[in-house]
Structure formats: structure tokens, C-alpha cells
């Protein structure tokens, strides 16, 4: 989802925001509240961790066993490493050695999904995102053995435990350490992927998966270390991976229901959704998240053939087509704006207008399909009304014939993502579709995608072009280049270019594990 | 009692160290466990803290109303000042302004039982004692309205909250806060004192009892912010004022039986005892502490009239005199020892062989009196020939006419707390010790009383041999001046000629509420 980063220095939060409540919404989506499932996992060795380069590296360093066996005072720290990412509650027991525990024993542990959090210095971390992210914590025990009282949920894969003090006459040894892991998704319920796939792609497919089930809680979370909740543009392409995977359908509906549920001023869809203490939806809107409900609602009925929420929540998929209209100038484009209105990519540079339309015309077509299905004519013709208009609107003002791009903005800005979103509104016939997606990549404009959200839509654009062939090539390049440098999980940054790169000055901060990366997933066992 | 700092110095921890338990003397402690009983504090005011010269002081800032109409973001602090000192569990609720809280709050908080536990850096602390005791802790909450996370009991006077870091989309608030505090002392048993007496003297006496309230949990603790534990040569000191005040006399046959029921080698009453996870004693052994359950036991009966306890645990009373009789060289004087095996005062450059004659027969005096009470003619015969011989010895081997003082160790070291102990083991006529205690005021040897727990021996001599008058200014100059420089309960370290002294390197980690130092209270009630 989109960073906070953006939210911070460009707050669109409005001034007037109420939020509108459906009741028996937000009924039906407490009553699909997933069951969490529990397992356990245990380490599986001591490693140390050193940098190289720009990167952290983990070394295999001992058995764990060998670490428990060892006393630990003033100062000693060790790290382990749980063999892959998890998320859940870690359990780690310590006991006192030596002559009775006469003061407290005050301990810091460290979590990181990778070995880059380890080793990083949070001290020095002064970003513009929350340090209250830094998945670390101090605790005094006063009474061994006893349990380090970690009440929070980590996501991680390496532990690192310090012990800041004990006292001279006590040392201390690990006892026992696991964690409780929680998931909604069913490994069980995994659908196995093509079996003659290769193995690099199997492993790539992997990835996504565990992806997704780490985000799968009582809510599709866009990381789980960071931030935790529901936001809809991560939301869509989460649940695309589900019909692939883990086919949790009622988790789908929920999200639905929670975002028609607890809407903002005259009934838009929010760019996120708070769950707890209440439901709640956040003061931030965005264009194409707002609009995205739509195809994401219509894509449900598809793959479960649920006619009486599709009916149910319409409404509120036409409410945000109708909203969006509002937006438009009088040639028929979405106007332009100088705050942080639409999100599209991660991308400071980037002009989001000729993106926008593309967006809405997209979803115009989901809305349309959606109007017909049920029969609904008035709001289809409507729809078909605004689709011709949108779609004219961008071929006679946004499109330049000599640059043969679609431009955005006062300063007519070409950028890759404006060409990919108006391929996936259709403007184009396929042909002329397939023609500007290989002059994009040919041409290669300054302004490129980002985030791995972005990277989706493209290779979404090239799937729906008949440009398989093009696809796995890509997955190897972009998903595949993670899982050599050693993902567990796809991270919410990853540029192939600048495999180091962290846009927030440290990479303690960045989520390793988000759900807008795991789509690799849904191309390999949907489209290859 | 004594600091760890000798302790983490000059440890005796014996190395074939083993425990012998009574099984049956632990159940009577056990079924003895007082009820906590809990009131609720809230704050007073806002205050700020600021150095003066070498001592911090607390001033009134603002209301607790307005600190509560305040919002906090990262990097902001409150100070509030709960009016007297508590120990207790506290309970900060803390709600989110602004935008949904979309990152964790992660706020610190510090007590202390004065304003220089809140003004010193304890980043800079590199004491000896484990820095495990600072009162401090950092949180994380991940959804708000929510209660900081503090799961420890806290002794203290003054309540820091720094907020860590929040979002820029939100900041906090205190919705509540309160301390649920803990004693086992009823405050509603608390005998008032003397009408008549001066106010200054009242207020003394009041600081004493609240001392001994703090202290009073499920054993007698030394301190309840450092080192919360039952220790011997406290636990006296304690029930003398407890039989004044509170009168909870089940709390100091509790105690008495834990002692018993968890020996050391020998069935050896430890120098101290933990009680959590489980009784056990701690591998520590002081000379005078071991004695000094003799008197504590004879004086437990004196104030209730419990001779079934008195029997039960007579033969432990004995069994240290015959331990201690075990010291003695051919002369029949205490051993020296290069190690620290005997704790009499809180200075490293004290010799302790004088001193521990004069324990040693001082104790001698109450097993006789219990070997007499309970008829025990045998145990009685045995004690009065050791009681002469060790008189005598005192009087023939550390005697120095010369000088009119008792001397100690092979430099013949001459201090104050030889002279005190030989007073109160009475080796002297009243008349002879009186002229003793005159001298050592006019010579005033250089190797002083420093700590309270040696002051009271000084007083406790005084009272014991006539000197009334000399109390009442003693009182004043020593406890008075605590109260004049603003102790809500006495310190376990006060020096009048250098208030501002700290022997550790830093005042936070002092313990500002002492059991040892309570016992002005004792002195004022019994002896004015």
C-alpha cells in the first residue's frame, strides 16, 4: 500500500471527513471474522550477521541447541534464525544460572524478516516513517524462569536477543523459544501449481504464496510488520492470489463488506480500513483505490458465483464510478491536482492524471459488467455514457500520435504507468495495445515503475495483450531477482537496478513481507 | 541491607553452598502470607526537575487537568508528581488524537522516588549494581485507547512519560492515570504517636512509618524499588518498628519461620532470602546477620507473647549462636577474615572483628534469655560460659585502656561501630558505657557510622544506657535533616556532612525508601 512517507508530506486527509456507517455491513463482515490458525515454529541455528557490501548476509554459526546450552550476562547477545519468515507471537523462556537472581534480568530482543533489520543500527534511524515500527522491545524480568513478556505480534525471521544487564552473581540461558504463528489462510488449502513448471518459476510461485499467507489475517494486511491493515489497491490484487491459492473466499467478502461498511464522506471507498479498537475507515482517500473496489467486487462474484453479495454491494461499486465522475474537467479527463490524490506508483516524479483515467475507464468496464449482470439497465447505459466519454476524452487529449505515448499533466509527462493503465482501460484495440507496450519497452521512458504493485499492472497489461511469452521472462527478472538475493516473502521496494536501494535512509524500516509483491503467484498459475 | 556492590566486590558465596529446608516451617510461612491490600493514587500536579548545584529538585509546573488537555508527539514529555511516595502498579491509558492511528505508539516511561531518579541520565549509568534496577521502560501499543503495557511494581514519587514516536498523522493523549498501590501494612492500625510531642518530631515519625509501609509487602523487603527482598539484619530493625506501628506481628512470624524453614549449610540463617519463584536462600552469609535472628526472635515474643513460635524456633536461634561459637580463635574473639563475612556498616575500610564480638555477644544475652524462658537448663548453662568467655576475651584481647576504646582487627583499628556494639553486648557497667559512648562523641574517630542501618545501633546504645537527651538532637540531626532536605521516606544512604553523596556513581540508582532507615519511628514511639 501506499507509504506513510507520502501520506506525511502530502496529507490529503480531509478536513471535513465523516465517516458513513452501514450497520448490517459491517455485521456481515464481523460474522466472517476468520478463525486464526496456530502452529509452532522453533530456530534452527545461531547465525551471525555481517555486512557486505550494501547488504546484510546470515551465517551459519552454531545449533541452537548449543546456544541454549550456553550461560549468557552483561552484554551477550546472539541471534537465531527460524529458517523462514513467520509471523506470530514468539515465546522465549529464560532462566538464571549461577547464585540466586538478586536484581532484575533486563533483556532487548530484535526481530527482522531479513538479516538487514538485524544488522542495521535503529538507533541511529531517523526516517520519516514511524520508529515505533522497529520491531524491537526491552523488557525486565523480575522473577526467573520466566517468559521475556513480548505481548506484541512479530513478523520475522531472525531473532537477535541482547542482555543489556543481569548482575554480577547470575547469568542467564534460553530455556525454550518458539513462535505461535497466525494465519487465516489454510496451508491445507494450498492448491499445488502446475507440476511441470520449472523449478525456478515453482520457487518464484512459492514466494508469492507465503506472501500471501503471512498478509492473511483477520483481514488481507498489506505487510505484517508494517502497516498491518487493510488497504484496498493492496486488497485487489490479494485477492486475485487467493482464487489461485488458498481460496479463502469468506476473507474476500469480509474485506467487502468492511469497505462498503465504513465508508467516508458521501459513501467513497476509503484507501485503507482500520480494524481495531473499531472498525474504522482512514481519512485518506484515493482516486484509483476508491475506483478499484469495483473490479475487485466483480471479480468475487466471478470466483465464487455469489449473486446475493454482488447484488448487495453494487451500490457501493457505483457510488465510487459515480464519485469519480465528479472529477472530471469538461473535456471529460480527470483533473489534475497537486496533492497526494491518486496513488498508482510510488513514484515522487511521477504525473498521476493520464493514470487516473486510465484507471477509471478500466473500472468503468468492471462497473458495467457488473450493471449488467443484474440487470440493472439504467445504470448500464449510464455507465456505457461515461465509458465512451472517458475513453474519447483520453484518445483526443491525452493521447500525441507523434510521440505515440499517452501523456499526463500540464507538463505532458510520458511515464510508464500511464501507458499501462490506459492498455488495461481498453482505449486501444488490442493490436494498437500490443504495438504501445513494445514501444514502451523499447523506448524505456525515464519515468518507470516503482513498486511491485505498479510491476503487476504492467504484466497484468502484457497478460491481457496475448503477450505471454514475454511474462515468465519478466516474473524471472523482476520476482525471480528477490528470490535470488534471498526473499522469504516479497518486499514491499525491490528495484532490479538498485537491489539495495531503501527510500527511507534505512532498510530496518522496510517491510520484507507485503502482499501488493505477491502477485508472481497469480501470473504463474493463472496465465502461464 | 548490604549493597550489592560489596557483594559483586568481595563475594563470600560459599561454593559447596547448599540449602536445608524444613518443609514443615516453610508451610506455617506459606499459609502466614499476608493479603495485599491496594488504594488507588493519582497524580497531584505537573512538575519540572532541574539540577541545583549537586541535588535536583522537583517544581510545581501545572495542573494534571491541563497535562491531560495536552497532546504528545514524538519527543514530548510530561513529568507528574503523585505528592508522596507509592509502591504500586501503575496504570497509564493513553488514546490517539488527529488521524486514525496508523503506527504504534511507542512511548517511555521513568519513575523515580525522587526528582534525581527523573533528572540523571541512566543511559550514562555504569554502576556496579545491576542497572537493572532503573525504573524505566519503553512500550509499544499497537492500538489505542490501550494501557501502557507496565506488567512490574514501581516505588515512586514521580512519573516521566517521553513519547518515543507516534505518526505525523496523530498524537497522544492520557485518558487515565492512576497507581494501584500495595501493602500488607493497614494503614487504619497505625497507632498514632505522642499528642504532645514537638511537630518536627511528629513528622519524623511519620516519614519512618510510611518508610516501614512501603516496605511491608509479602515479607519484609529492604526496599521496595531495590532490592526488594527479605534480608536479615533489616527484617530486625523492621519488626522493632513494626511492633510500634502497624503491629502486623503474623508478617514477622512469617518471616521468622522463612528463615528457619530455608537454612544455609549447617542450618545457617541466610544473609537474605527470596521468595519467588520458590523460598530460597540466598548464597550469602554475614556473621552478624546470622546472630542477629536470636534477638529478632526473642523480641517477636516479647511483643506478642507467642511461645509456641518461640519453642518451635528456638533451636534455630541456637544453632546460629553455636555457628558463631565455631568463629572463635583460641582467645575466644571472632575471627578476622579478609573476606566479607560480616556487615555491621556500609565502609569498605571498616575492620569488622570488634564489632562482630559484640554481635556475637549481644546475641548471646537473648539466647539466654530464651534458653531461660523456655527452661532450658542445658542450652542455658552452655550460653552463659560463652557469654563469659567471650566478655572476657573482649575486656583482655580488644580493650585498649590507653586509648578508652575497643580495638579491632591486627592494625587495632579503633571506629565507632566497635564501640557501639561493644556498648550493646553490655561487656562494660552502664556507668563505663556511658562514659564509652561520651568519649567516642568528643574523639570521634575517623571510621564513622555511615549507614542508617548503623546510625540505629548508635541510638539503640544510646536509649539502652540513659542517654535519653542525646536522642532526641541525634534524631534530629540524622533523620530531621532527610526530612528537611524532602524525603517522603528515609534513604538507604544519608550522609549530614554530604547530602548529595552516592556511592555508586549515580543517585538513580539509590534506593530512596529503605527499610533499614525507618526505625526514627521506633526511637521516637518507645524511647521519648
Same mark, same amino acid.
Given at each position: ?19 458513513? %456507517? ?9 460474522? $466472517? ?55 506470530? #507471537? ?81 547469568? =542467564?540461558?534460553?530455556?525454550? %523459544? ?20 520449472? /523449478? ?48 479463502? *473466499? ?5 474485506? =467487502?463488506? $468492511? ?35 469495483? !473490479?475487485?467486487?466483480?471479480? #468475487? ?31 471529460? %479527463?480527470?483533473?489534475?491536482? !497537486? ?22 475507464? #478500466? ?6 459488467? %457488473? ?7 439504467? /445504470?448500464?447505459? =449510464? ?11 483520453? &484518445? ?39 504495438? $504501445?507496450? &513494445? ?17 503487476? *499492472? ?38 532490479? $537496478? ?13 517491510? *520484507? ?16
Amino acid at each position: 500500500m501506499p507509504q506513510e512517507k507520502a501520506i506525511a508530506t502530502i496529507t490529503n486527509s480531509i478536513a471535513d471527513f465523516q465517516m458513513v %456507517i452501514n450497520d448490517a455491513f459491517l455485521e456481515k463482515a464481523e460474522m $466472517l471474522c476468520p478463525e486464526i490458525l496456530h502452529h509452532e515454529a522453533r530456530p534452527v541455528s545461531e547465525v551471525s550477521i555481517s555486512r557486505e557490501g550494501n547488504s546484510w548476509k546470515a551465517e551459519w554459526k552454531g545449533t541452537v541447541t548449543d546456544a541454549m546450552k550456553r550461560r549468557y550476562g552483561r552484554g551477550d547477545s546472539l541471534i537465531l534464525d527460524f529458517g523462514s519468515h513467520f509471523v506470530g #507471537y514468539p515465546h522465549i523462556v529464560l532462566k538464571s544460572v549461577g547464585s540466586p537472581q538478586d536484581a532484575p534480568a533486563y533483556v532487548a530482543v530484535r526481530f527482522g524478516e531479513t538479516p538487514a533489520e538485524i544488522g542495521e543500527s535503529t538507533a541511529d534511524y531517523h526516517g520519516s516513517i514511524s520508529s515505533s515500527w522497529l520491531q524491537e522491545s526491552t523488557s525486565h524480568m523480575d522473577v526467573l524462569p520466566g517468559e521475556i513478556p513480548l505481548h506484541r505480534r512479530y513478523a520475522f525471521r531472525y531473532m537477535q536477543m541482547t542482555v543489556l544487564d543481569t548482575s554480577p552473581k547470575y547469568k =542467564l540461558m534460553i530455556e525454550d %523459544i518458539l513462535v505461535d504463528t497466525v494465519s487465516s489462510a489454510d496451508e491445507r488449502a494450498l492448491a499445488p501449481c502446475r507440476e511441470d513448471l520449472p /523449478e525456478d518459476l515453482k520457487k518464484i510461485d512459492a514466494v508469492g504464496a507465503r506472501t500471501l499467507y503471512e498478509c492473511m489475517q483477520d483481514v488481507f494486511e498489506d505487510g505484517p510488520k508494517r502497516d498491518r491493515r487493510l488497504w484496498m489497491g493492496d486488497f485487489r490484487v490479494q485477492a486475485l492470489v487467493n482464487y489461485e491459492t488458498f481460496k479463502n *473466499y469468506d476473507l474476500v467478502r469480509r474485506c =467487502l463488506y $468492511l469497505f462498503a461498511g465504513a465508508c467516508m464522506n458521501e459513501g467513497q471507498v476509503g484507501a485503507c480500513l482500520f480494524t481495531a479498537p473499531r472498525v474504522q475507515v482512514d481519512d485518506t482517500a484515493l482516486f484509483d483505490y476508491s475506483l478499484l473496489y469495483v !473490479p475487485t467486487l466483480y471479480e #468475487y462474484f466471478e470466483a465464487t458465483g455469489d449473486r446475493e453479495t454482488l447484488e448487495e454491494l453494487s451500490e457501493t461499486a457505483f457510488t465510487q464510478l459515480r464519485i469519480a465522475a465528479g472529477k472530471l474537467d469538461e473535456r471529460g %479527463i480527470v483533473r489534475d491536482d !497537486p496533492s497526494w490524490w491518486c496513488f498508482l506508483d510510488w513514484n515522487s516524479e511521477l504525473n498521476k492524471q493520464a493514470g487516473a483515467q486510465g484507471v477509471y475507464i #478500466y473500472c468503468l468496464r468492471y462497473g458495467l459488467a %457488473i450493471a449488467e449482470l443484474l440487470g440493472k439497465e439504467q /445504470e448500464a447505459a =449510464l455507465i456505457r455514457e461515461r465509458l465512451e466519454e472517458a475513453a474519447g476524452a483520453a &484518445r483526443k487529449y491525452l493521447w500525441e500520435p507523434d510521440l505515440g505515448f499517452f501523456v499526463s499533466g500540464e507538463d505532458r509527462q510520458v511515464s510508464w504507468i500511464s501507458q499501462v493503465w490506459m492498455v488495461l482501460a481498453g482505449v486501444f484495440s488490442k493490436e494498437e495495445n500490443c504495438a $504501445l507496450l &513494445r514501444r514502451l519497452k523499447m523506448v524505456d521512458p525515464r519515468i518507470r515503475l516503482i513498486s511491485p504493485y505498479a510491476h503487476h *499492472y504492467y504484466v497484468d497489461a502484457l497478460c491481457h495483450n496475448g503477450m505471454e511469452k514475454e511474462i515468465t521472462e519478466y516474473i524471472r527478472g523482476y520476482w525471480g531477482k528477490m528470490v535470488e538475493e534471498g526473499a522469504d516473502c516479497y518486499w514491499e521496494v525491490f528495484d532490479p $537496478l538498485d537491489p539495495d536501494a531503501s527510500p527511507y535512509g534505512s532498510k530496518a524500516i522496510l517491510s *520484507y513481507c507485503h502482499a501488493w509483491s505477491c502477485t508472481a503467484s497469480y501470473f504463474i498459475r493463472k496465465w502461464l
